[in-house]
Structure formats: structure tokens, C-alpha cells
């Protein structure tokens, strides 16, 4: 058997095994009664979900095996990448740090992080301890207002009337966080636009900064995506309408975001209340067509903000997004 055989099988092994022990392994896991109080609203109820995204040109996995035969076999008919987002990490949350240091063991192409990765100051050591596995493998990200801020108790009614709270004045110590990022390789793809290749898959990423905050500055990439690219991402922790129309706008295929936390507090069978952003409710979690020409990924995360630790018919999940050839 190849290497690339092996390697396809043991994905399969590992997907299989999130699906069933991992799926479940956040209310396995739940023992004692703070424990099952976090299970019972779901902010321990980890799930992985799977999509699919028809966007690389026909012929573009030929081409791949012809020039690149061992990471491209016949059998091989996707571009994985993980989609990570919203942890709003706690120093002591050692079983969501686990579980998603687990996630490596699918071996994806990409790892791509959206951001509102700290929950508290002290939580970035949490925080490389469940992305350490990932950081091996490549990735790229951009940052989110829980990223630069600690969170604060604020009104939970303005929240499901739509209206945004004001970030605290409490820095976060995230310039530690992403040097730790980029040292092992990972992308900021922060008003930048980048280019790189994996398994000779061409790829070329844009993000801005977070539009929740108004920080983004689209204009400050200077232009749509490399056109020889064969994969163009967006990235944005909010998806606010005016980032997505303007990644649309310039060429790239699929924007990713997270922030929105699927709603967090849903009514049955996860219908948000609320997306807290300017996207309609349909599209606050999972795939979607945002026009003809791009598709949007939002994650609904993995965390919450610790003055708000309920998931109300809302697992936290991350999700494997298998990127695919288009009809022709």
C-alpha cells in the first residue's frame, strides 16, 4: 500500500472515530454536577460537522496527480480543511482543549481559524495546548474582537434585540498568541493577501480584520485573488454583508467566518433568534450560496463568552469542509 493509501485510510479511521466517540465524547465525558449542568446547555456537546463545496475547476485534481502523483491517487477526490472558530478559550477547560487537539488526527490539507480565540488573559497557554496538533499542519487566520478584548457582563436583551455591546477596555494579550501562530507556520491573513501551495494545490487567502468591531479595511489588500490560484478563501470573523459582497465582488470562491455561534441560545432544532450581524438567520451557521459566483462556511464555534456560558439547541462544533471539482 502507498503512503498516500495509508494516509486516506487513516483519515477514514479517524473521521470515523469523530463522528461516533468524539461526537458523543463530550456528554460521555460529563461526570459530576458542574459537569452535567455544562452538558445539559451544550457548551461540552461537541460535534464535527461535515460539508462539501463544489468550487475547484474541472481538471484541476488531473492536473495534481499528474505533477504531484503521491498526494493526489486516483482514490483521492477532495481538498480537506478544518474550520475552527469562536473557542473564547478558559484557562481550565481541559475537555474542549483536548477534544480539539483531537482533531488533528484527521490530518486536513488546511487548517483555517476565524478567530475570538481567548475567553480570558490567562487563557492563551489553553489555547496553544488544544491548536498545538493543528499548528503543525497548515493554516491561516484572522482574528476576532475576543481576540483584542476580554469579555464583560453585558445586557442579554440587547443582545436578542440585535443591538451590539461595546467591547471592554480590557487588552487580551494576543500578540503572544499570534507569534505563536506564525512561528509554526500558520498564515495572518490580516488585510493581507497570501499565496502559497499545498500538495500543489495553489491557494490564495485574503482577510480582514473584524468587521464586528468596524476594523476591517477591505481595501487595504489591493485587489481580488491571484487568478492562477486554484482555491481562493476570504476569511472574516464576522460575516458582515459589505466584506462578503466585496470578496464576492473580487473572484474568491468560499468566505469563511465564524462569531455568530450558530445563535448560541435557538429555539428546537437550532433555529437562531438572532445572528448578531448583519447575515439573515438562515445562514448563521453551516453552507450557503452568498451569489453565483462564492460560497460562505460559518461556523457557530466552540465557545462561549464565560458571562454567558449556556448552548441552547446549539452543539459547539467544528467542521471539515471537503472542497471539490464543480460540474463542468
Not at 472558530?85 to 482543549?97: E, I, P, R, Y
Request: net charge negative; charged share 20%; aromatic share 8%.
Amino acid at each position: 500500500m502507498t503512503t498516500s493509501a495509508l494516509r486516506d485510510t487513516a483519515r477514514a479511521a479517524a473521521r470515523a472515530t469523530l463522528r461516533t466517540t468524539l461526537t458523543a465524547g463530550g456528554v460521555l465525558a460529563v461526570t459530576g454536577g458542574a459537569t452535567a449542568l455544562g452538558g445539559l446547555f451544550g457548551t461540552r456537546d461537541f460535534i464535527l460537522h461535515e460539508v462539501t463545496v463544489p468550487v475547484l475547476a474541472p481538471g484541476t485534481l488531473d492536473r495534481l496527480r499528474r505533477f504531484h502523483a503521491d498526494a493526489w491517487p486516483t482514490d483521492r477526490q477532495d481538498f480537506t480543511i478544518l474550520h475552527v472558530s469562536d473557542l473564547h478559550m478558559l484557562a481550565g477547560q481541559q475537555l474542549k482543549q483536548r477534544w480539539v487537539a483531537s482533531l488533528a488526527n484527521l490530518e486536513p490539507d488546511l487548517v483555517v481559524n476565524t478567530g475570538d480565540n481567548l475567553g480570558e488573559k490567562e487563557a492563551v497557554p489553553g489555547v496553544l495546548r488544544a491548536l498545538g496538533p493543528l499548528l503543525r499542519l497548515p493554516g491561516a487566520f484572522v482574528f476576532g474582537s475576543n481576540d483584542y478584548y476580554a469579555p464583560h457582563p453585558v445586557n442579554p436583551v440587547n443582545y436578542l434585540l440585535g443591538k451590539k455591546n461595546p467591547p471592554s477596555d480590557v487588552d487580551l494579550p494576543w500578540q503572544g498568541m499570534r507569534a505563536a501562530f506564525i512561528e509554526h507556520g500558520w498564515e495572518d491573513a490580516t488585510h493581507r493577501r497570501v499565496d502559497f501551495a499545498v500538495d500543489g494545490l495553489r491557494l490564495a487567502v485574503g482577510g480582514v480584520d473584524d468587521p464586528h468591531l468596524n476594523r476591517d479595511d477591505y481595501d487595504a489588500l489591493g485587489g481580488g485573488p491571484n487568478p492562477e490560484a486554484d482555491l481562493a478563501l476570504g476569511l472574516a470573523h464576522a460575516p458582515e454583508p459589505r466584506v462578503l459582497d466585496e470578496f464576492a465582488a473580487d473572484g474568491y470562491q468560499l468566505a469563511m467566518s465564524g462569531h455568530t455561534h450558530g445563535g448560541q441560545l435557538c429555539l428546537p432544532g437550532g433555529r437562531a433568534i438572532v445572528t448578531n450581524c448583519g447575515i439573515d438567520r438562515s445562514r448563521v451557521a453551516g453552507l450557503s450560496r452568498w451569489s453565483e459566483r462564492m460560497w460562505l462556511h460559518v461556523s457557530n464555534g466552540l465557545g462561549t463568552s464565560k458571562y454567558v456560558p449556556f448552548r441552547v439547541f446549539c452543539r459547539p462544533s467544528a467542521t471539515l469542509v471537503h472542497v471539490v471539482e464543480r460540474d463542468g
